[in-house]
């Protein structure tokens, strides 16, 4: 054994009997090494810790009509230091993409630039009020104004409605304007079609504006079935909503033919821009025939998803639906920028409070600015690339759904794992193994056992390389019958597997304080 | 282009691996026609450029923190611990995905745990869920909800409530089944305004939507609509657009609201411009399974160890498509986590006194105002906002303080235009204000209506 100058070991010892390892211990403090245990905040202040000074005041008359909180609210304090070490612990329990490939299908799981981060804090942005005097809130207005121009550019579209605050909120925006517009001929409609692969915020939405859904079916091809549309079409249909690339990863390759179907019925065609990633600089939507489409700025446009929003979800609209867009918008005037917030009789009216969100439209042009016209084409392509070189070094060892090639992302189905007992959730728990989070899984629904890739554009080849190794690995194991590793995965996650039936059958929704022992 | 990490050769060995020449042989299906179009716009630039162009843009702009300031109506100055922004930019918060793979992320979803607790208990209700897109949207939801609760259709929307939430209301619910009965505001008499809330409610009332304090300001006692409300079977609905206010002033839930809505701003998230911003929203333990948005509940792993999972999803557009309570799917979990953070730090004891110190800048500020001749001050209860008639136009009178470096409040006019409000401004005042800025704010309002 080597020693240092101290005689200390320099290399882990090995039992002098067995020759293994020194064994695990359970530790007393319930850490084990960098695995923190971290109690709730509320096992670990009290209500009369705090981590802020508040000015002391001289007892004054209070107004608020004898409604005083006389009650104990409950709300645990912690010193700061103590505040800073518990949300770090917290902080370490998690995968981000800071860490490692995130390649949740649908998701687009691209890298956060830190730029983006600073431009939103900057005071000018982030410390101004909505509702301040329009004299001092210029600049604001212009890069609304700007974050519109390069959309309308991208997407070939004439009009965005910015304030949308996420892509289920833009297709509530979108199937609004759609009915607003058909109301507003005197066209009462009933029916919204969308294919059987769509996300379910479609079919959601669809029903939130009172049209009954019908889903339409795909072809082997994983493509929308152009003709079973068509079939479908008539004078009580109000819209379709197709995502364009499609949910499969792949691009619908008789769109325009469809488009054109839609409008000679009298519909608008409503394109989910979830996957826009991949077509960015490409091709724009407007020359394919799209009516109203949102995009998400957390995904296509590297503003970050932050555990789960906030978002951001601006839609563009046609000559036929810019007119029903909601309110507020701004215009350019002689004087300067100006929204306008009222008034607007064809608008669809108001759907969220102020402009929308803002700290999202700097980030989002700050993207926008640093990747310039070239590299948002770059960015499609190397998306496209990544997901195209995952499908061809899998597709021996797993099963490809479709034929290539794919879009920004590549589903496979379970087929590959028939009679190996290894489900796709197991698959999906050993890739926490290997150290990444899992793609998409049993999404979307057309395909069985889904597993839904898509790497994005920020990976580099090593990395690319790295993950396919695994998944291979994974993937030819799980083939041999050795399926160990996938039964209890994951085996190296702070968490096991836990328990979703019991938490719905007993919802547990809150701390309560513990009755005391009797 | 620093974000890229691809080199021509990668692309070029990556290409030939899959086995085609060029990058548009994998954009086939793409109209040709259509492929690779002409796009008008800048071409890349460094990090400097872009920073320099857009630090130009922001300059433009006033600062809340840079001059005296006095403007609420629903999104509020107050000060951000410098822990909470420091801790959202932990790369494993902020680059998460939702907590989709719970065993990798506990992280999101004990906070989220911690967060509905804490929102629970400032609002006094049963369950929060883990966040809506902001305190309006909350609100249209909530009408829809108890509309599936109580199966009845009509809400009224009470005259206190913000404009722009009124708005969000009528808009969302237009093509559903909701008939919305909103009532005028009455700035000068809140008690008139909540009676007419009462008399509107009947059999048919599915519920009535109440702010807290008003978009006035105004601190109401509900216990007497929620048991009117209760009486017809229909839900009391509270919205709380100030929520550092459930510091002082008796929960909802203790008045007896069914769903508390609200705007979390306040607490730990800035004001950019209107956004992001954080919507509360919750109930009591029997509607659980008729709310939107996301829910995190506690279990247990195989091990039999303690952990935290989204549950009751079976209410979700991903599961239940178009019979799905919400079609939300991103809400708002950063601000959730910046509000959990600032709540930690503040506890109940600096909650309260944060709340206390509001409260009395506001009476300072009322006290100066009140001085003035010619204006007069509509509230009599108040928290941290209140609303004064001046003997002129308001919305001349705030734009010539703001060319004074005073930001001095909003015009009613702004939110309730052709309204009949022109001469009302409403003011609020959070710990961020000075006395300097009281004074400042006194004489420059007395020199302008001179």
Redesign the interface.
Known sequence: MSMNSQGRPTAPTADNDTGEMTPVFESFSGHQGLRIA?P???EL????????D??E?ED???????????????????A?PD??R???R??????????GV?P?GS?T?????R?N?????????????????L??????L??MT?LSH?IT??T?MPAVALSP?????G??CGV?AI?AALEARGDAREIVLCPESA???N????????YK?KSIPAKENGRVDAEALKAALDDTVAAVMITNPNTCG????E??DIADAIHAAGAFFYCDGANFNA?M????PG??GVDAMHL?L?KTF?T?????????GPVVFSDALKDFA?MPYVVAGADGFDIV???DDTS?????????????Y?RA??Y????????????A??A???A??V???LGDVMSASFD????HEALFDDRFLKDTGVTTLDF??AM?DEGY??MTMY?PLVVHGAMLVEPT?????Y??DQFIRSMRGLATEARAGKTARFE?A?YH????????T???RQ?????TVPEAAE | ???????ND??Q???A????RH?D???????KA????D???????S?MM??R??????????????VP?F?G???Y?HHV?A?V????????????????????????L??L??F???V???TGM???N??M?????ATAEAVMMARRVTRKKKAILAGGL?A??R??V???T???DDVIESLAPVPSDPGAELQAAMDAIDDTTSCVVVQNPTVNGS???LAPIAEKAHAHKALLIVVVTEVMS??????PG?MGADIVVG?GQSIGN????????LGLFATNQKY?RQMPG??????????G?E???L????R?????????T??????????S?AF??H????????????A??N??RA?DV?NAVAAIDGIEVL?????NEFTVKLPTSAAPV??KL??DGV?AG?PMS??Y?GDGFDDLLILAAT?TVSEDDIQILAAKLKEALS
């Open positions: 971290e709730l905040v509320f202040g009290t209500t009369q810790t705090t981590g802020v508040v000015e005041i004054f008359e209070l107004s608020v009509g004898g409604l005083e909180r006389d009650s104990e609210i409950g709300c645990p304090g912690l700061e505040v800073v518990h949300f770090t917290l902080s370490r329990r998690n995968y981000g993409i800071d860490m995130f949740l998701c799981m691209k890298h956060n630039p730029l981060e600073k431009m939103a804090r900057l005071p000018g942005f982030g410390d101004i009020h909505p509702l301040q005097p004299s001092t809130v210029q600049g604001a212009e890069l700007e390069w550019t991208l070939g605050k996420a892509g289920a909120h297709e509530l609004m009915r996300h379910g915020t079919p959601a939405t669809a029903a939130f504006c009172g859904v792949l691009f619908e390759d769109i325009k077509i600089g490409k091709v724009r020359d394919l998400n957390h590297s970050p998803h932050g555990g789960g929003g906030p978002g951001s909601p917030e009222d008034g669809l009216g108001r759907l969220t409070a102020y402009h929308g969100q803002m700290g999202m700097v042009l700050s926008m600015m640093s990747h310039g016209s070239d590299g948002i084409r770059q960015a392509e190397d496209v690339l990544n195209n070189y499908l061809a070094s290539g090639p794919c879009m999906a728990k926490i989070h899992p999404f554009e920020t990976e580099s080849k990395n690319m209890g994951p996650a702070p968490w096991k597997r836990l328990d979703e019991q938490a719905a919802p547990v929704l809150r701390y | 282009m620093r974000y890229l990490p691809l080199t990668d692309r060995a990556m290409l691996k899959i086995g085609v990058v042989d994998l954009f086939r299906d793409v109209p259509d492929l690779n179009p796009i008008d716009l800048p071409r890349h630039q990090e872009v920073e162009q857009l630090s130009r843009l922001a300059a433009k702009n006033t600062p809340a923190g840079s300031f403007i109506a629903g999104a100055k611990p822990t922004d420091h801790m959202i930019q932990r790369g494993e918060f902020l680059t998460a995905y939702t907590p989709y793979q719970p065993e990798i992320a506990q992280g999101t004990q906070y745990f911690e509905q607790s804490m629970a208990q400032l049963d369950v929060a883990a966040s897109y902001d305190g309006s949207t913000h722009h939430y708005a969000v009528e808009t969302t237009q093509f559903t601190v109401m006692d459930l510091g002082l002033i008796k929960s203790e705007e800035g004001l950019n411009f209107g956004g992001p911003y659980v996301r829910l995190c509940g506690k279990t247990t792993d195989t091990e160890k952990g935290f999972v549950t009751l999803s079976t979700e557009q991903h599961i239940r498509r178009e019979k799905a919400s079609n939300i799917c991103t809400n708002s979990g950063l601000c986590l959990t953070v709540m930690s730090l503040l506890g109940e004891k600096g909650l309260r006194q944060t206390l110190v409260h009395k009476t009322r509230n009599s209860t108040f928290f705030v734009d703001a060319a930001l909003v702004r939110l235009p710990e």
